[in-house]
């Protein structure tokens, strides 16, 4: 199975803050990683695929970036609504493996 | 509109079974990789396993092989997840997802049901 960390575990950020999370596979999945955002109760939503593309509807102070096993994503300017859990996902082969997800709270 | 929608709240007793469902609409039910993902209280996700309804083809994660059954009935559009003997540790939600891209390459998750809460205690 691939392994998928991502880092932080959790952090704490102001409104207007730049976000970064990153998620590291354990081999080479060829740009095939999606990010969710979770919100309590909720069931996760898609936010990007293949690495940096950016899903219909989804804001573009979202961004993703990154090749080969290393990944990131970025938020530019944290917004109220994006205080909520983050996961990447690796569909590169099966089983497919999320991270352990990154929460992002407000300091 | 694509949806996938749930079954309900279940609450059930260490050794009994249970099979939830997800039942798919707005799309041709054949053509798309539905998926089961766990997530147990206060933790994070956790993908279980994925079937294409066209031929029923089914992977497992290793973490789950021989735990749990994925089905399908592509007469009625609807995915299973059944358990013969449900644990405690079987308590979580548990949520259906539909590969967005067409066909039998793997990708990601869009769109996902609404969550199936199964609650297991004596």
């Known amino acids: 199975d691939i392994q998928m960390t991502q880092s932080p575990s959790s952090l704490s950020a102001s409104v207007g803050d730049r976000v970064t999370i990153t998620c590291r596979a354990s081999?080479?999945?060829?740009?095939?990683l999606a990010w969710y955002q979770q919100k309590p109760g909720k069931a996760p939503k898609l936010l990007l695929y293949?690495?940096?593309r950016l899903e219909s509807g989804v804001p573009s102070r979202f961004s993703g970036s990154g090749s080969g096993t290393d990944y990131t994503l970025t938020i530019s300017s944290l917004q109220p609504e994006d205080f909520a859990t983050y996961y990447c996902q690796q569909y590169y082969s099966t089983p497919q493996t999320f991270g352990q997800g990154t929460k992002v709270e407000i300091k | 509109e694509v949806q996938l929608v749930q079954s309900g709240a279940e609450v059930k007793k260490p050794g009994e079974s249970l099979k939830i469902s997800c039942k798919g609409s707005?799309?041709?039910?054949?053509?798309?990789?539905i998926g089961w993902v766990r997530q147990m209280p206060g933790k994070g996700l956790e993908w279980m396993g994925i079937i294409y309804p066209g031929d029923s083809d089914t992977r497992y994660s290793p973490s789950f092989q021989g735990q749990v059954t994925i089905s399908a009935d592509k007469s009625i559009s609807t995915a299973y997840l059944q358990w013969s003997s449900l644990k405690a540790s079987d308590t979580a939600m548990y949520y259906c997802?539909?590969?967005?891209?067409?066909?039998?390459?793997?990708?990601?998750?869009?769109?996902w049901g609404q969550g199936t809460l199964v609650t297991v205690s004596s």
């Open positions: 707005g799309y041709s039910f054949t053509s798309y990789w």
């Open positions: 081999q080479g999945i060829s740009n095939s």
């Open positions: 997802a539909r590969h967005e891209r067409v066909g039998r390459n793997q990708n990601w998750f869009d769109p």
């Open positions: 293949a690495a940096s």
